[in-house]
C-alpha cells in the first residue's frame, strides 16, 4: 500500500528566510508526487507534480521540489519566503498511469513570522 | 486553470436533517469526482469515488446510506448527507479528474456543522 509521511507538524520560519518541507512516501515504483496548500477555509490549491523527468520541479508561487528515489523523498523548498506563505501543506502520491486517488499526507502547517 | 465549484461553501442544519452539497466542474468534463472529509488540523481522508452514470465507490467505514452520492452529468456531483449528526460537522472537499488529461482539481471545500 502507498503512504505518505510528513514528518513535521508545524514549521516557523521568518520572512525572507529559506524553507524547506520534508515528504518521504512508500510506493513500490515511482509514483506521481504532488504538493498542494490550503489556506484556511479553502480548498487545495497544486503547487507542483512531478511524474517523470527532471527531477527538480518547479511550481507556483516560486516554489520548487525535488525528488530523490534513493531516499523516497519529495521536500518542497522556497529560496524566499513571503508572509502569504502561511498556511497548511500536503504531499500527495499517486499511482502512474491510473484514475484512482491520491493518498495525502498528515500536512505541515507553515507560520510565517515577520 | 480548470475550477472546480462547490456550494454552499458554508451550511448549518439541525440535528436530523439532511444536507446536499454541490460540486461542480466549470469549464471541464469529469467522469471521476472523488469526496473527501477533513477534520480540524488533519489531512484529508477520501470517502468516496464517484462515477458519472454508475454509482460511487466507498471507503471502507463510510456509511453509504448517510452520505449519498449522485453523479449525474459530466460535471456534477452531489453529496447528500443524511439525517446529519453533530458529529457528521466537518469541513467536506471534492475533487474533480478532468477527462482531458487526467489532471485533479479541488473545490474550496464545504463546511457543515450540524447544530
Known amino acids: 500500500a502507498q503512504s505518505v509521511t510528513q514528518p513535521d507538524i508545524h514549521i516557523t520560519v521568518s520572512e525572507g528566510a529559506s524553507l524547506e518541507l520534508r515528504c518521504n512516501y512508500s510506493?513500490?515504483?515511482?509514483?506521481?508526487l504532488f504538493w498542494y496548500v490550503q489556506s484556511p477555509g479553502q480548498g487545495l490549491q497544486l503547487l507542483l507534480k512531478?511524474?517523470?523527468?527532471?527531477?527538480l520541479v518547479q511550481g507556483i508561487k516560486g516554489f520548487e521540489a525535488e525528488f530523490k528515489r534513493s531516499q523516497s523523498s519529495f521536500n518542497l523548498r522556497k529560496p524566499s519566503v513571503h508572509w502569504s506563505d502561511a498556511a497548511e501543506y500536503f504531499c500527495?502520491?499517486?499511482?502512474?498511469?491510473?484514475?484512482?486517488?491520491?493518498?495525502f499526507g498528515s500536512g505541515t502547517q507553515l507560520t510565517v513570522l515577520p | 486553470g480548470a475550477v472546480v465549484s462547490q456550494h454552499p461553501s458554508r451550511v448549518i442544519c439541525k440535528s436530523g436533517t439532511s444536507v446536499k452539497i454541490e460540486c461542480r466542474s466549470l469549464?471541464?468534463?469529469?467522469?471521476?469526482m472523488f469526496w473527501y472529509r477533513q477534520f480540524p488540523k488533519q489531512s484529508l481522508m477520501l470517502m468516496a469515488t464517484?462515477?458519472?452514470?454508475?454509482?460511487?465507490?466507498?471507503e471502507q467505514g463510510v456509511e453509504k446510506d448517510k452520505f449519498l452520492i449522485n453523479h449525474a452529468s459530466l460535471t456534477l456531483s452531489t453529496l447528500t448527507v443524511t439525517s446529519a449528526h453533530p458529529e457528521d460537522s466537518s469541513f467536506y472537499i471534492c475533487?474533480?479528474?478532468?477527462?482531458?488529461?487526467?489532471?485533479?482539481?479541488f473545490g474550496e471545500g464545504s463546511r457543515l456543522t450540524v447544530l
Open positions: 500527495a502520491v499517486g499511482p502512474p498511469g491510473s484514475a484512482r486517488q491520491l493518498t
Open positions: 469549464d471541464f468534463q469529469a467522469t471521476t
Open positions: 475533487s474533480a479528474r478532468d477527462l482531458g488529461d487526467g489532471e485533479l482539481f
Open positions: 512531478y511524474f517523470s523527468g527532471d527531477t
Open positions: 464517484s462515477n458519472e452514470g454508475s454509482k460511487a465507490t466507498y
Open positions: 510506493y513500490g515504483a515511482t509514483p506521481y
